[in-house]
């Protein structure tokens, strides 16, 4: 069994929840037509893009161990090197601070995408707020704005936006830090270890306010203004091929 086999599903989290509608909203503003899903894990975000792309569907992770497979019109891969084209359209949503070496993987990533492709990338920001959650999510790092937009930059990316999100569970983090760093994380925040589901009126109501919250901080990012979150939001552009 493979990784989409083994997940047990369950409720999910809220952050999750909120996080997939807000970066869904933000990805249909553009044309869609081949997308890969970078560590997709049970595909529960790239299933959410086939009404709105006319191309193929990619999911890629590494949990993925049996040969490849298409379900639920998502063809699953285990390597991004596996893809069978070009793709204009690339999502990395907490991805990057799981590999030891961020920009050799980017670079990776970047050789299977065609000229001019979108790029969405999330990441758990500030390295404050490193904690004993991080480690048993087997994190790196935690990036600030300008760690990330120097890995964009070096890998030639055009930058279209890069601001914090969820300000209000940056300052939830920072007051917990102490219990967090005292006690080893036992649970992954998403799946199954929400006591609610996701019609519960408690997670819908933490599901608008971390809505309303992500909109607060793309409206100041409209002024340069970048209040600090709990994670980091970057759309880039991969740059055309120069001419000859």
Not at 44 to 67: P, R, V
Not at 101 to 118: G, P, R, T
Request: proline content about 4%.
């Amino acid at each position: 069994m493979d990784l989409i086999e083994k997940i047990l599903y369950g409720n999910r989290h809220p952050w999750e929840l909120s996080r997939t509608q807000c970066i869904l909203d933000i990805v249909k503003k553009y044309p869609l037509r081949t997308i890969v899903d970078i560590g997709a894990g049970d595909c529960f975000f790239i299933s959410k893009l086939q009404d709105s792309a006319s191309g193929d569907l990619y999911a890629i992770d590494t949990g993925y161990t049996e040969k490849p497979k298409v379900i639920d019109g998502v063809h699953c891969f285990n390597s991004i090197s596996e893809l069978p084209q070009l793709v204009d359209t690339a999502m990395l949503m907490d991805v990057l601070e799981h590999v030891y070496n961020d920009n050799v993987f980017l670079k990776e990533i970047l050789a299977q995408l065609s000229a001019d492709a979108l790029v969405i990338i999330t990441v758990p920001a500030f390295q404050l707020l490193f904690s004993n959650h991080d480690v048993f999510l087997k994190h790196h790092r935690r990036y600030n704005r300008k760690q990330l937009i120097n890995l964009l930059y070096s890998n030639n990316l055009i930058i279209e936006k890069c601001h914090y999100f969820y300000t209000s569970l940056f300052f939830v983090r920072l007051l917990s830090l102490p219990l967090l760093r005292r006690k080893p994380a036992v649970h992954q925040f998403g799946i199954g270890n929400w006591r609610f589901n996701e019609k519960h009126i408690l997670t819908q109501a933490i599901r608008i306010i971390l809505n309303i919250d992500f909109r607060i901080c793309i409206f100041f990012a409209q002024f340069r203004i970048y209040l600090p979150g709990l994670s980091l939001l970057a759309i880039c552009r991969k740059r055309g091929d120069p001419i000859v």
